[in-house]
């Protein structure tokens, strides 16, 4: 059985209930970039485990939040449970004109102190792995003093053949200014065996907007499989070097792209997983995300997508 890791943070969810409803009505879930990759990677390749690698309280949203990985099939033997912090939380509002508005609370969250959590034994149990897979936000959520045992881990799973995979999402206000996250982010690009970059992140961190600049900005790191997503844009793929266009299909009804990228990054990982190949896996994904985008929320309802994966992405 493949073994993937994920490790980055989940929060508590409350989202405003639809417009014209009564504003304090709030609908509470569980999301997180990571944890949104690893729910549609495991609903589509059942097959894979799927680990997240995080920290949570021991108070009743916690002990929720966990019931909810195990109801995902997603395994928790690392997900670890602080004795005295909470998970984050955030909330989504919507506006007259249907915009959505994000407010956070999550800068003492459980989840940024994950690192103090993993010892030995953790990293060894992480190196029987096939995949770690982290983002630029699961990056700016370790604090900083636990940077240096963060890279400290990814350097001793690479060298133990584990494939090192990062999503360089890029959230400014996570970061106490711009050189910190590109002094980050340069440590990871030098680890990834896989990357899975959204333009709109480089643009808005290294100000480069289309594919030939983040390319070259990319090539002295020499990474292995570098998949670049673009909204409704052509997929491009570069393998050892090798430049390939995917074309999508546009979806006309687009509701909340809230996690396109992720259930992209969910499926491909699990495709990849499988040994199915770079053009397999970028159609299943950008299949996968199609259909994620016409449902609100981050996480699809389970009987729906089971519905669709086993239409669509045999
Ligand atoms: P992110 O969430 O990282 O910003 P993108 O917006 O780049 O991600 O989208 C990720 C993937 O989702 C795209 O590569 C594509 O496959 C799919 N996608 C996004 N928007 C659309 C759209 N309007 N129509 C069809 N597919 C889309």
Known sequence: MKNIFLFGECMIELMSAEKGELANTMKQSFAG???????????IFTDVKVNLVTAVGKDQFSL?????????????????????????????????????????????SAARKTMQHIDEDTVAELAKGDMFFFSGISLAVVEADARAKFWDLVTKLKSAGVQIVFDPNYRPRLWKNEAQAKEQFDKAFSQSDMLL???DDFNSLYGMD??????QFLAPYQID???VKNGPETVISVVQGVTEQHHITPVQNVVDTTSAGDSFNGAYLGARLNGKSIIKAIDMASKAAGFVIQHKGAIVEKQSFTEFTQTHLI
């Open 225 to 227: 499989e570098i998949i």
């Open 33 to 43: 970039d990571v944890f949104n990759t690893a729910v549609y990677l495991k609903r």
């Open 197 to 199: 970059p959204g333009i």
């Open 210 to 215: 289309n594919f030939d600049q983040v390319n």
């Open 64 to 108: 929720d939040m966990i019931q909810y990985f195990e109801n995902e099939n997603i395994a928790t033997e690392f997900v670890f449970k602080s004795e005295d912090k909470i998970p984050g939380l955030y909330s989504i509002q919507l506006d007259d004109e249907g915009e959505r508005s994000f407010t956070y609370w999550r800068n003492d």
